[in-house]
């Protein structure tokens, strides 16, 4: 290995793993493992020296031991195939932050470095020292210094004055004091790194995306100038869509490996590969992965039932040679359709996919028609008008014979038992 090699830091850059996730009641173990083993094999064929896990390794804060066995299998194999290999990793939102530090001292051993709360002092201050970690290459040599800062909840961050965005603000003073407090002790041609799971203003979203899990409905979007230019590269976590930050490429997210909802069924898996020399980045790629289970939605937009029908007429029957892909079906119905799961259900029961939902649709309103359409207060007072107004405005038509029969059958056994509680009461 030449000289100029050796100068040469690599590293790989992921995120939001969500391991033990369910899709839709489906176990994703497979998928998971599928990724884990492609990714340590990214590991060993590119050499690399550091792996960054920018958060949210886990679905929920509570994983399954079946889960828990599948992340560290990962870190044992990983490492043992890789000697040498540095691996820091954050805790995200959907991780326990002292579940996931609970195995550190034998982890620190493999070279393994978890950070999932922030620690603090006796005094109660923020212990920065613990959030900064010396990058080493697989020889032991330090080429640079990270700050592995977890997700930061109210609270966790540098106290100040009162200010509009003090959560913003907050965790600027984080980051401002990590890299002062490395500024003092690294050398000219060494690099910093910086890793977080958050959101920061302007990155691109999923649009109806439970799995981002957003606080204050966003207003927690921190600037761009969170992080200072002295900064070599930022990694990030926490938003599935991988991207740069405002087309700064020293700003990433890595995005998720797996889809994490049909929202994203159109995104570039994958992971993140720097080189990185003399504390430049002189090569920057993302490596992209192919989730083994594909999203498929059918039709492509909402149309008719007895179309849809017809659509999933065609698919291929079952087979064990391929993993049968998630299916979305999308209906455009102009009124209620009780047996519409089960309808769906027995047209897809021989089918090579595994449904997830149905998604009924019904023709949009016109804007006037929208504006209209607030329940006036007379309304709220008298139940079949709420319901009539209700019903027309998403079906645009008016409240059928029976289901009117229906309603008012029940709206008459309400009242009956609300007579008799407050005649029990008034005695």
Same mark, same amino acid.
């Given at each position: 290995?030449?000289?100029?090699?050796?100068?040469?830091?690599?590293?790989?850059?992921?995120?939001?793993?969500?391991?033990?996730?369910?899709?839709?009641?489906?176990?994703?173990?497979?998928?998971?493992?599928?990724?884990?083993?492609?990714?340590?094999?990214?590991?060993?064929?590119?050499?690399?020296?550091?792996?960054?896990?920018?958060?949210?390794?886990?679905?929920?804060?509570?994983?399954?031991?079946?889960?828990?066995?599948?992340?560290?299998?990962?870190?044992?194999?990983?490492?043992?195939?890789?000697?040498?290999?540095?691996?820091?990793?954050?805790?995200?939102?959907?991780?326990?932050?002292? $579940?996931?530090?609970?195995?550190? @001292?034998?982890?620190? %051993?493999? #070279?393994? /470095?978890?950070? *999932? =709360?922030?620690?603090?002092?006796?005094?109660?201050?923020?212990?920065?020292?613990?959030?900064?970690?010396?990058?080493?290459?697989?020889?032991?040599?330090?080429?640079?210094?990270?700050?592995?800062?977890?997700?930061? $909840?109210?609270?966790?961050?540098? @106290?100040?004055?009162? %200010?509009? #965005?003090? /959560?913003?603000? *907050? =965790?600027?003073?984080?980051?401002?004091?990590?890299?002062?407090?490395?500024?003092?002790?690294?050398?000219?041609?060494?690099?910093?790194?910086?890793?977080?799971?958050?959101?920061?203003?302007?990155?691109?979203?999923?649009?109806?995306?439970?799995?981002?899990?957003?606080?204050?409905?966003?207003?927690?979007?921190?600037?761009?100038?969170?992080?200072?230019?002295?900064?070599?590269?930022?990694?990030?976590?926490?938003?599935?869509?991988?991207?740069?930050?405002?087309?700064?490429?020293?700003?990433?997210?890595?995005?998720?490996?797996?889809?994490?909802?049909?929202?994203?069924?159109?995104?570039?898996?994958?992971?993140?590969?720097?080189?990185?020399?003399?504390?430049?980045?002189?090569?920057?790629?993302?490596?992209?992965?192919?989730?083994?289970?594909?999203?498929?939605?059918?039709?492509?937009?909402?149309?008719?039932?007895?179309?849809?029908?017809?659509?999933?007429?065609?698919?291929?029957?079952?087979?064990?040679?391929?993993?049968?892909?998630?299916?979305?079906?999308?209906?455009?119905?102009?009124?209620?359709?009780?047996?519409?799961?089960?309808?769906?259900?027995?047209?897809?029961?021989?089918?090579?996919?595994?449904?997830?939902?149905?998604?009924?649709?019904?023709?949009?309103?016109?804007?006037?028609?929208?504006?209209?359409?607030?329940?006036?207060?007379?309304?709220?007072?008298?139940?079949?008008?709420?319901?009539?107004?209700?019903?027309?405005?998403?079906?645009?038509?008016?409240?059928?014979?029976?289901?009117?029969?229906?309603?008012?059958?029940?709206?008459?056994?309400?009242?009956?038992?609300?007579?008799?509680?407050?005649?029990?009461?008034?005695?």
């Amino acid at each position: 290995m030449s000289e100029q090699t050796k100068k040469i830091m690599k590293i790989i850059h992921t995120a939001d793993w969500h391991i033990g996730q369910t899709f839709f009641g489906y176990e994703r173990i497979e998928e998971h493992q599928f990724f884990l083993d492609w990714l340590t094999a990214q590991i060993t064929a590119l050499e690399a020296d550091i792996l960054l896990v920018c958060g949210d390794i886990f679905d929920v804060a509570n994983p399954s031991a079946q889960a828990q066995r599948q992340f560290y299998r990962f870190l044992k194999q990983a490492t043992t195939r890789n000697p040498g290999l540095q691996i820091i990793i954050i805790a995200g939102n959907h991780d326990s932050a002292t $579940r996931l530090e609970t195995p550190v @001292p034998l982890l620190e %051993e493999m #070279n393994i /470095y978890i950070r *999932g =709360v922030v620690p603090r002092k006796n005094t109660g201050e923020i212990d920065m020292e613990r959030l900064i970690i010396e990058l080493k290459d697989r020889n032991g040599k330090r080429e640079g210094w990270c700050m592995a800062v977890p997700y930061l $909840r109210q609270g966790d961050y540098p @106290p100040g004055d009162a %200010e509009e #965005n003090p /959560y913003g603000k *907050g =965790v600027k003073r984080m980051y401002d004091a990590l890299l002062a407090a490395i500024e003092q002790r690294r050398q000219a041609d060494e690099a910093i790194v910086a890793m977080g799971h958050l959101q920061t203003c302007g990155c691109w979203l999923s649009e109806n995306d439970p799995s981002e899990r957003l606080i204050i409905g966003g207003l927690e979007g921190l600037p761009e100038d969170t992080f200072s230019p002295e900064i070599t590269y930022t990694a990030l976590g926490h938003i599935h869509r991988e991207q740069w930050v405002n087309k700064q490429k020293a700003i990433r997210y890595a995005g998720s490996p797996l889809p994490m909802s049909f929202a994203e069924e159109n995104y570039r898996h994958g992971v993140i590969f720097l080189e990185i020399s003399a504390g430049k980045i002189i090569r920057q790629k993302k490596i992209p992965f192919c989730p083994p289970t594909p999203l498929l939605r059918i039709p492509r937009h909402p149309e008719p039932l007895s179309d849809v029908l017809l659509y999933l007429a065609q698919l291929p029957e079952e087979t064990e040679h391929e993993a049968a892909p998630y299916l979305e079906v999308c209906v455009l119905l102009t009124g209620p359709e009780p047996a519409l799961r089960n309808r769906i259900e027995e047209a897809v029961q021989h089918k090579n996919v595994r449904l997830t939902r149905v998604v009924p649709f019904y023709p949009e309103t016109t804007s006037a028609e929208s504006s209209a359409g607030f329940i006036s207060a007379e309304e709220l007072m008298d139940p079949w008008k709420m319901l009539q107004t209700v019903y027309e405005k998403k079906y645009r038509q008016t409240v059928p014979d029976y289901l009117a029969r229906l309603f008012r059958t029940a709206l008459e056994e309400s009242y009956s038992k609300l007579e008799d509680t407050h005649e029990n009461t008034t005695h």
